[in-house]
């Protein structure tokens, strides 16, 4: 820890009016993880984030807004407080919950005990807003890491890369702790020998990744923020992120890197992937290009792969009896009669979490609307719900 545990946020506390126990002059030491074997890890052991666990698909789980909705034991908290102490000296309008969670009896060792202590850090400009989803969070989480070596309580300051440890052993990173310190670490803890055996094991890196995944990484990752923390996009320290024969198409510029599905909701868009992904094993094959393949697409400037876009399309009879058939993400449309689920506007009334974001963002000022923090990165005034949902009576994630 510094100011606060070594996963959160850190403030200095030279900045802060409120009464904050000073830091004594530290040497700070930041370790970080590849974006790719983070974020897998994260979807693995999602600890503290009760909206992003229940073995969540990856990509709901990379573009899912970093939130929830409030606790109950929060909203009874007087939230005008803008000083209220919350958990890990927080304020109010920073975390959710503002107060620590408790588990239930019977659930102390229970898997993914955690989802009774949420931990959802928001935006760090005070504004209560969430982050669009967890590579945003990570990116300020680097730059506010590697920013703690200005404080004037830190003497020294040095980065490592878990990868490094784990390929290299710690002898270097202790090496360079007597450097900066001028303290001198045991002996046995420098032997090569010791070296050789402490080596920790690697956080992901064994397995395989969705080539999916990848490549949602490769486009939504800031890679300039990435190479703060010493990270290039496409290489994954631990193994090649793809197929040697897949490196070996990569060769030719002008190649098709990848094929990207699109169709709406009972196109059969699933089946053409799961066939193109069997068919062409060598190659990445996205059931999403910008988003997931059923929705709205935008031009992002940062793809810049050779992509073949796949547009999965059934006649217009056929498709609108299947979504009156199977309305998956359309509770108004929920009807049996064609008429009236021909007729009836596309649309709901927002639900009260959306209402609530939005009061916060008319709060952090009028820009901000315009910002894409809703799920699957749409913007408060495209998409209802703006806040990913839960229902015990639609599936995980209305995917088709």
């Not at 545990?5 to 126990?21: E, L, N, R, Y």
């Not at 890990?88 to 588990?103: L, R």
């Not at 059923?294 to 056929?318: A, C, M, R």
Request: net charge negative.
């Amino acid at each position: 820890s510094l100011h606060r545990g070594s996963h959160w946020f850190q403030t200095d506390p030279a900045q802060i009016t409120q009464q904050t126990p000073a830091i004594e002059v530290t040497l700070v030491i930041s370790i970080f993880l590849n974006a790719y074997d983070w974020v897998d890890a994260m979807h693995r052991t999602p600890h503290n984030m009760p909206e992003h666990m229940d073995d969540l698909d990856w990509y709901t789980f990379v573009s899912k807004p970093w939130t929830m909705i409030r606790p109950e034991w929060d909203i009874k908290v007087n939230n005008t407080n803008s000083t209220l102490a919350c958990q890990e000296g927080y304020a109010y309008n920073d975390i959710i919950s503002c107060q620590q969670g408790h588990v239930p009896h019977g659930r102390e060792h229970a898997h993914h005990q955690t989802k009774y202590q949420p931990f959802y850090e928001m935006r760090m400009d005070g504004s209560g807003l969430p982050y669009a989803n967890i590579l945003q969070l990570r990116h300020d989480k680097i730059r506010n890491h590697l920013s703690v070596e200005q404080w004037d309580a830190v003497q020294a300051f040095m980065s490592v890369q878990y990868e490094q440890i784990v390929n290299e052993g710690h002898a270097t990173m202790l090496q360079r702790i007597q450097e900066l310190t001028g303290l001198e670490a045991k002996a046995d803890c420098l032997s090569s020998d010791s070296n050789r055996k402490s080596k920790p094991e690697p956080i992901g890196g064994l397995e395989t990744l969705d080539e999916g995944l990848i490549h949602f990484i490769n486009d939504h990752a800031d890679w300039e923020v990435e190479l703060m923390a010493g990270y290039t996009k496409g290489v994954r320290p631990y193994s090649p992120l793809v197929s040697h024969n897949a490196a070996a198409v990569a060769e030719d510029e002008d190649a098709i890197t990848r094929i990207a599905l699109l169709g709406e909701r009972n196109t059969g868009s699933r089946w053409v992937t799961k066939k193109l992904r069997q068919c062409f094993p060598e190659i990445k094959v996205t059931p999403s290009l910008h988003r997931w393949k059923h929705w709205f697409q935008e031009d992002q400037s940062q793809v810049h792969d050779h992509t073949l876009v796949v547009l999965v399309s059934i006649n217009v009879y056929d498709w609108i009896d299947a979504m009156q058939r199977v309305p998956h993400n359309m509770p108004m449309h929920m009807m049996e009669d064609w008429y009236e689920f021909l007729t009836t506007p596309w649309t709901t009334a927002r639900p009260e979490r959306d209402l609530e974001l939005h009061e916060r963002v008319l709060n952090g000022g009028e820009d901000r609307a315009f910002q894409n923090i809703c799920q699957h990165d749409f913007k408060y005034n495209q998409v209802v719900s703006c806040v990913y949902g839960r229902s015990p009576t639609q599936g995980r994630n209305g995917k088709n």
